[in-house]
T-cell receptor, first 111, second 116 residues
Framework: DAGVIQSPRHEVTEMGQEVTLRCKPI?????LFWYRQTMMRGLELLIY????????DSGMPEDRFSAKMPNASFSTLKIQPSEPRDSAVYFC?????????FGPGTRLTVL | AQSVAQPEDQVNVAEGNPLTVKCTYS??????LFWYVQYPNRGLQFLLK??????LVKGSYGFEAEFNKSQTSFHLKKPSALVSDSALYFC??????????????FGTGTLLAVQP
């Protein structure tokens, strides 16, 4: 299995632009999680899905952030408009039983 | 509410010496506990878990962890540290609030530095 796939691996954009991060979970996993990691705030859970349905989005910082999971093999995290404080590494993880499996992350830099 | 604490921001150990990375937890009911490792510029990798059974759990790369219910701890250990073990280590507990879920609550992480 290829593991969790995220794209792009690196994204540099300017403040105000729309950013879309993509994730392909491990086949057969029914949970998908989006995390953000920064030096200041550590690892934060943004939102998670079960069977493509959002279960808890209480970690989404504000309305500029949105996430979708149109099918079992694809999810997106969108930031519109982006701000410099959104600069972070964004991880996607998927799970079937108990442990979560993380993707390599997308390093986002907003100038 | 479930929570997990990693009291040490950093642990320093010499190569070849035993290492311990500490974790304590607070849950209602039986805990599901996990350790993850993060190498620089990589995602978190699953090391080991405790669900039930033997209190000593063995995982990847020679790591093990001991579940201690009376002390509510789940410390990560390795008999002989390698320089390549230098990384950020996260303890996590499954959040059982709100019904069945695979949501994990992560600690703040402990940076392990192994000196040659």
């Amino acid at each position: 299995d290829a593991g969790v796939i995220q794209s792009p691996r690196h994204e540099v954009t300017e403040m105000g632009q729309e950013v879309t991060l993509r994730c392909k979970p491990i086949s057969g996993h029914d949970y998908l999680f989006w995390y953000r990691q920064t030096m200041m705030r550590g690892l934060e859970l943004l939102i998670y899905f079960n069977n493509n349905v959002p279960i808890d989005d209480s970690g989404m910082p504000e309305d500029r952030f949105s996430a979708k999971m149109p099918n079992a093999s694809f999810s997106t995290l969108k930031i519109q408009p982006s701000e410099p404080r959104d600069s972070a590494v964004y991880f996607c993880a998927s799970s079937r039983l108990n442990e979560q499996f993380f993707g390599p992350g997308t390093r986002l830099t907003v100038l | 509410a479930q929570s997990v604490a990693q009291p040490e921001d950093q642990v320093n150990v010499a190569e070849g010496n035993p290492l311990t990375v500490k974790c304590t937890y607070s849950v209602s009911g039986n805990p599901y506990l996990f350790w993850y490792v993060q190498y620089p510029n990589r995602g978190l990798q699953f090391l080991l878990k405790y669900i039930t059974g033997d209190n000593l759990v063995k995982g990847s790369y020679g790591f093990e962890a001991e579940f201690n219910k009376s002390q509510t701890s789940f410390h990560l250990k390795k008999p002989s540290a390698l320089v390549s073990d230098s990384a950020l280590y996260f303890c996590a507990v499954r959040d059982i609030g709100g019904g069945a879920t695979n949501k994990l609550i992560f600690g703040t992480g402990t940076l392990l530095a192994v000196q040659p």
